[in-house]
């Protein structure tokens, strides 16, 4: 065997990191591909979300990442991690979407989350249902601002700062409009309560992030 002849072992693109990956984009088609397939579910989720109809979801899915194949030469990492640089390509996306035609269109927070919103474990099913009815109902109500901070902190599990990235806020802005998102369900929910009296385990029904 003539180990001179050996071709070099192909370099598995799936194992690199997002910034390994922008990199080779320069050099390497693939690394782009591997980037898509990264995160095209979850940018096509959230675009959902934001429009409610599948067939604008998925065009508008597809120009985000057109758009970003066509400047991923310029994205340098600035505190801002690729993914919440793809978010905040989708959100100015939607935004214009949405300017454009006149109409905005959410989707239940339910829909995407399966097994609840971090519930303690309830002591009895009928009284979670109850609960998580409230919550829901409760997060229904809230401005949709807030709403997309839930689903981008509980679905796509950003942190506050990629959070604020995609929000166009700091950090602080994002962790104190949390806080008060928190304490709005909460009285939202035990203002609801107060009317028809069921049992009351709402608080910490989030967890917090960070």
């Known amino acids: 065997m003539n180990i001179f002849k050996r071709k070099p072992k192909k370099l598995d693109l799936t194992q690199l990191s997002d910034l390994e990956l922008v990199d080779l984009c320069k050099t390497n ?42 400047h991923v030469g310029d994205y340098t990492d600035r505190g801002v991690p690729f993914q919440a640089w793809l978010y905040r390509i989708a959100h100015n996306l939607v935004a214009n979407f949405h300017r454009d035609r006149g109409r905005r269109k959410i989707i239940p927070l339910e829909d995407f989350v399966s097994g609840g919103l971090d519930f303690d474990a309830p002591d009895a099913a009928t009284e979670d249902e109850e609960e998580r009815a409230q919550l829901m109902a409760a997060i229904g109500r809230l401005p949709e601002e807030r709403q997309q901070l839930l689903y ?26 949390y806080h008060r998102t928190l304490l709005a369900l909460r009285d939202d929910i035990q203002m609801q309560q107060n009317r028809v009296g069921p049992p009351t385990r709402q608080e910490g029904k989030f967890r917090n992030g960070s």
Request: proline share 0%; hydrophobic share 40%; glycine share 6%.
């Open 29 to 70: 088609q693939e690394a782009f591909g591997v980037l898509y397939e990264r995160y095209v579910e979850k940018i096509y989720k959230y675009i959902y979300y934001r429009t409610g109809n599948s067939q604008d979801a998925e065009d508008l899915a597809s120009a985000v990442f057109h758009r970003a194949m066509a």
């Open 152 to 177: 981008l902190k509980f679905v796509s599990n950003l942190s506050n700062a990629e959070v604020g990235a995609i929000l166009d806020r700091t950090e602080g802005a994002i962790k104190s409009l």
